[in-house]
């Protein structure tokens, strides 16, 4: 059977011509007489003057997708770049988050239990409960008597340290003072930050209730109270030479774990703008003066 014959372009001299040989076969061009393969009558030559196999054509396909797969890939990573260097142009940057357990905003922290806080510039949170340290001084300690007669201490060198409680949370809180108490063995304690002694709790036995303290209250979400702790000041020491101070007040006070654990600056002792004590209600409370006030006495 005769083969019907296809024209052809010969791919080096350009020439027209008609081949009667099979797909695939070699022929001679019939001007340059260069050879080439007969392509099928659907197929274009290369620029070798050869055609494309079925095999050749998929990997040139593979090939142009992974090609174009590449430059998209390229095209994305340096949008990121442009991206991030906008970003980090803009004042950005990455930090860790602050939370890894614990949540910080201004004036306020939920520290490692291992963490000293500086009291001047944070309260602190733990369990939805805030406490903060209000005031340092070094005073006399007043109050009243059974008889609700004003009594001052005798002794002007006592360190008084004001504290706020503020329950964050809905579920009510019971707060029994740290003043005078003991949660399992564990009390509030002051010392100074190189570890020296811790100071002395003072209660005074013939004051029915001390200026600014606070026995004990049902916190509901959202409720605050204002309570004192008193140390007496080591021997010797003078107001010029303390601080910083630690300070631990065991969390079991409100019935939840842990210790608040404040670094109260030299700064922060007798800082004349920090917040004055609370009357407790009783603006009767005053400071000494001479009217013959009694002493209180301590224990």
Not at 40 to 61: I, K, M, N, Q, Y
Not at 83 to 109: F, I, K, N
């Amino acid at each position: 059977m005769e083969q019907p014959s296809i024209e052809i372009t010969c791919p080096t001299c350009g020439v027209e011509q008609s081949v009667s040989l099979p797909v695939g076969a070699t022929a001679a061009c019939v001007n340059c007489y260069n050879a080439y393969i007969v392509p099928s009558a659907d197929d274009d030559l290369d620029e070798s003057g050869e055609a494309e196999s079925p095999e050749e054509e998929a990997s040139d396909g593979w090939v142009s997708t992974a090609v174009v797969g590449g430059l998209l890939l390229v095209l994305l990573i340096a949008t990121a770049g442009v991206v991030l260097l906008v970003v980090s142009g803009g004042g950005w940057e990455w930090r860790p988050g602050a939370e890894s357990g614990t949540s910080e905003s201004a004036g306020e922290t939920e520290p490692e239990s291992s963490a000293w806080t500086d009291a001047k510039r944070f309260s602190i949170r733990q369990q939805g409960v805030k406490v903060r340290v209000t005031r340092v001084q070094i005073d006399y300690v007043r109050g009243k008597d059974a008889d609700a007669k004003v009594i001052t201490s005798d002794d002007p060198n006592y360190l008084i340290i004001g504290l706020q409680v503020t329950n964050q949370v809905e579920q009510p809180r019971q707060y029994r003072s740290w003043y005078g108490n003991q949660f399992n063995g564990l009390a509030a304690t002051i010392f100074a930050a190189d570890r020296g002694a811790p100071f002395a709790m003072t209660t005074f036995s013939d004051v029915e209730r001390v200026q600014g303290h606070t026995p004990e209250a049902e916190l509901s979400g959202g409720d605050d109270c204002r309570d004192v702790l008193i140390f007496s000041l080591p021997q010797g020491a003078v107001n010029n030479q303390l601080g910083p101070l630690h300070l631990e007040l065991p969390g079991a006070a409100l019935g939840i774990d842990g210790v608040y654990r404040f670094e109260i600056p030299a700064a922060m002792i007798n800082d004349l703008s920090a917040e004055p004590l609370p009357e407790t209600g009783d603006p009767s409370i005053k400071p000494p003066a001479n009217d013959g006030s009694t002493p209180a006495k301590s224990t």
